[in-house]
């Protein structure tokens, strides 16, 4: 399986501000998903990457407020955009697996927005 | 649209015994079945996964069963160890784009 890295590992920032988040992995891959995970809850995907076309958004998401890049196959950045404390959750990246279905996680970020 | 329940959300089990982790999915397009841990402030670990093809897969003192006629599927760990307590979700391949469909997840227990 992809070892995937996750910067930064954790943030506290202000309402109003924006956060990027980055995604490394150390092998080519085509599908990358960006995901939030509330605290106790399960995990919600706000869009799936794939390098060389637009991200696609998940209902309730949109690219203003999460715009994501994927420049190549190998990294990927998610912004969380004009933060309301409502945002504060943890931020997972995973990648797609060769077989197709099978996703791995990064380690998260874990953003608290003040 | 598709939907992935999991039974139960807490499971508290004594050091030594076997826990059992239920889900039901309701696409029955569905063929792919994993299974993730989560420790605390990591990110989930995918540790067993079955593909409709398979009634049962092992690995060690983890097994994943699938019944696709009923549609659920469950995960069994025999002689639990403290490493075991953490929270455990399953997910089905549903949608486009190799997504996942993800249960709510279980916490997990091991008492000494």
């Known amino acids: 399986s992809a070892v995937i890295s996750q910067k930064p590992s954790r943030d506290i920032c202000q309402r109003g501000t924006s956060l990027t988040i980055q995604c490394q992995v150390d092998s080519q891959v085509t599908m990358m998903f960006w995901y939030r995970q509330q605290p106790g809850q399960s995990l919600t995907l706000i869009a799936t990457?794939?390098?060389?076309?637009?991200?696609?958004?998940e209902s309730g998401f949109v690219i203003d407020k999460f715009p994501i890049s994927r420049p190549n196959l190998t990294f990927s950045t998610l912004t969380v955009s004009n933060m309301s404390p409502e945002d504060s959750s943890i931020y997972l990246c995973?990648?797609?697996?060769?077989?197709?279905?099978?996703?791995?996680f990064g380690p998260g970020t874990r953003l608290t927005v003040t | 649209g598709e939907n992935v329940e999991q039974h139960p959300s807490t499971l508290s089990v004594q050091e030594g015994d076997s826990a059992v982790i239920k889900c039901t999915y309701s696409?029955?397009?569905?063929?792919?079945f994993p299974w993730y841990k989560q420790e605390l402030g990591k990110g989930p670990q995918l540790i067993i996964d079955?593909?409709?093809n398979v009634g049962e897969k092992k690995d060690q003192r983890i097994a994943v069963t699938l019944n696709k006629t009923a549609k659920h599927f469950s995960l069994h760990i025999t002689e639990t160890q403290p490493e075991d307590s953490a929270v455990y979700f399953c997910a089905a391949d549903g949608g486009s784009n190799y997504q996942l469909i993800w249960g709510a997840g279980t916490k997990l227990i091991i008492k000494p």
């Open positions: 995973s990648v797609g697996g060769r077989d197709g279905n099978e996703q791995y």
């Open positions: 079955i593909r409709s």
């Open positions: 696409d029955s397009a569905s063929n792919y």
């Open positions: 990457a794939n390098q060389g076309s637009e991200a696609t958004y």
